[in-house]
């Protein structure tokens, strides 16, 4: 069993990969009405979600999705619910993949061809996400650990920069009095699904103190709300932001870092985001992967290598037919549907304890 | 390559005229590798332009390095909107290149060789970078604080602006731009005022007239803060300016300097600060230009957003100022 500090690497990995990625975009677009409402709301609804889960995984301690649901759901149901967690959790890293590769080719290696950054990457992280649960834990570690202090270098920068227009902040909170909208809610609540991961690493992860994680959860998660949706702001403005794909990219490219020998921050921030985005992908992939062997389909070498190999040809092939703007379309229907669909398993979960509790 | 030059062309039928500055450095410290070469192309558009310079050079053009983006008064004066936005959405130019105005023109400009420097075009570089506490006259604008501005409807974007004094290079003026293309340069004096109600003021002299006889004054440090308020329906900004001055010089005979003079010089430099200030925004309230960001101040701090572009248009043509500054010595 391992602590429950990797629990928190999982929460702030998806979080760190997913607001730099495709969010800003989305959340961004509604910046004049629901954005920065929607996601303080999806702040306090994910925590909540977060408790309800937690308190509710705390009579299963060690077990495996499949045990926890055995008795309680039929076989048909567990595999159907498997069966679209792994859609998801793939989806999301293939997503992730294709958008993280187009960043590289833009601003590291614009002389490498496309196809070929991206089979490196696929071979790489199909291979790597087939190691065992604890292994990918530790690397998840290490990558996370090696990222912190970017991050924390970075809001620093930004709150000592003497040419930040305070101004440009003071506005953007001045649109906070809107109704919130489900598309921003499920994007916001999106940045903080890293909790989902539990369901898969519960045999190897401790059983966590429900008001503790969530007080750390609660406070971490408004502190890099706040820096990420407010850094590109003060450096662009709310006018400035809106026609920019690869925000995170364009701020990072504006800060400076004095007294080092490097001088743009761009450099060391896409490094460490490459660590972090090829990490969230492996993870993503060893989830499905997690959710094909509970399903009972992942046993033997012969059935092994064919899901792989079906992964492989699957991604290259979706990756032939995805351009710039079916793969956001599909993100923003990826993401409505999956708030509905944590919900809907988190309560499954609540009625699995339910059960297990009335017949113990 | 270190820096880029914008200039409108000279050619019939072409836009602009693209100049280039590829540094010769052999990146060795110890020598310094001042060479450099200057290309320069006729062409329709920057992107074609730096496409033709491609083919005048052996060497793969990197533009990673680029820290300076000139632009010739020329193209300054028809539409710099354009240029900035492509700069901005290229991923490899760094957006913390600053910017310049060149008269006559950017090719000028670039041709300039300083006894010495690290690498060519460092010049411009240390300049901008140490400009907010080495210059009383201008301040430093990069890349991406002019997309802002000219995206930001009440906030109205500024560059230095450099030229030659004999065979010197002199950057003492700032121009306006109105959100596409250059409306005014201030004159030196002015560009000082602008600086210190925008980014405060560092080392700067005033001489004053006082009864006991003429004194040179140094002014350590200046900030200015503002704040917008309505007064019977009509906002006006009220500006408090607090100096600090420090050594002082005497001319002409004055007398020797003791507490009654300090504070007569303090009430002096109030009252022509106060003046010169004035004049500074009612220049700019004529010319419906905002540097500063009043428009921007006025919409943050509402937080109903139905229409406050459209009153605050109406607003700015009737703007008073109301200026109080406060002017000390410091003690020794």
Known sequence: ?360 | MTSIGVDASEVKNKKYAVVIKISMSKGDVKVIGSDFILLKVNCNSISDGLDQLRAMSDKKLEYGHVKILLFGEGVAKKDIAMAIDYFMRRPDIQKIAYLGIGKPNAYQLLKFKPKEEAVAGSYFFYTFQQSLKHSPYVYAVTLYDASRRIMTPGLDLTIPVMAFQGKDLQINQIALFDKKQLEVELSSEESKILKMLTSGLYNDTLSLKTSNGVYSVTTEKGKANYKITLSQGKPIVIFSIKLKGGLIERLDDAEVITEDIKNSLAKIAEQQIQKKVYELLIKLREENLDPIGFGLRYRSRHFDHSNDTESWSAFYPELDFKIQVKYKFKEN
Request: glycine letters at 4%.
């Open chain 1, 1 to 360: 069993m391992l602590r429950v500090r990797y629990y928190y690497y999982l929460l702030y990995l998806n979080f760190v990969v997913c607001i730099i990625e495709f969010t800003p975009k989305l959340i961004y677009s509604r910046r004049y009405t629901s954005s920065l409402s929607s996601s303080l709301i999806s702040l306090i609804a994910t925590c909540l979600l977060i408790m309800l889960l937690e308190k509710h995984m705390k009579p299963f301690p060690g077990q495996s999705i499949a045990q926890i649901m055995n008795g309680t759901l039929t076989h048909f149901f567990q595999k159907s619910l498997f069966f679209c967690c792994l859609v998801l959790s793939y989806g999301a890293g293939l997503i992730f993949l294709i958008s993280y590769t187009q960043i590289i080719h833009r601003f590291i290696c614009p002389d490498i061809s496309f196809g070929l950054l991206f089979g490196v990457f696929l071979f790489f992280t199909v291979f790597v996400s087939l190691l065992d649960p604890k292994s990918t834990l530790f690397m998840l570690e290490i990558i996370v650990l090696f990222q912190i202090p970017v991050i924390v270098i970075m809001i620093l920068l930004f709150l000592l920069d003497a040419n930040i227009q305070v101004d440009f902040l003071v506005e953007a909170s001045s649109y906070l009095l809107h109704w919130p909208s489900y598309q921003m809610i499920a994007a916001g609540a999106f940045l903080f699904s890293g909790y989902m991961n539990r369901l898969v690493f519960n045999e190897h992860l401790e059983s966590s103190k429900p008001m503790k994680l969530l007080t750390i959860v609660f406070t971490v998660g408004l502190l890099l709300l706040l820096a990420y949706y407010f850094i590109p702001i003060g450096y662009f403005g709310l006018a400035g932001i809106g026609n920019d794909n690869d925000i995170w990219f364009t701020t990072t490219n504006s800060i400076r870092l004095p007294h080092f020998f490097i001088e743009r921050f761009l450099v060391i921030f896409l490094i460490m985001q490459l660590g972090v985005s090829l990490m969230f992908v492996i993870i993503c992939w060893h989830t499905s992967l997690q959710f094909l062997k509970q399903a009972n389909l992942f046993n033997g070498g012969k059935l092994k290598w064919f899901w792989v190999s079906f992964l492989l040809v699957m991604s290259f092939v979706l990756w032939l037919y995805m351009n710039d703007s079916t793969v956001r379309n599909s993100l923003s229907w990826l993401l409505n549907i999956k708030l509905l669909f944590d919900i809907v398993l988190v309560f499954t979960i609540v009625r699995c304890a339910r059960k297990r509790k009335a017949v113990v």
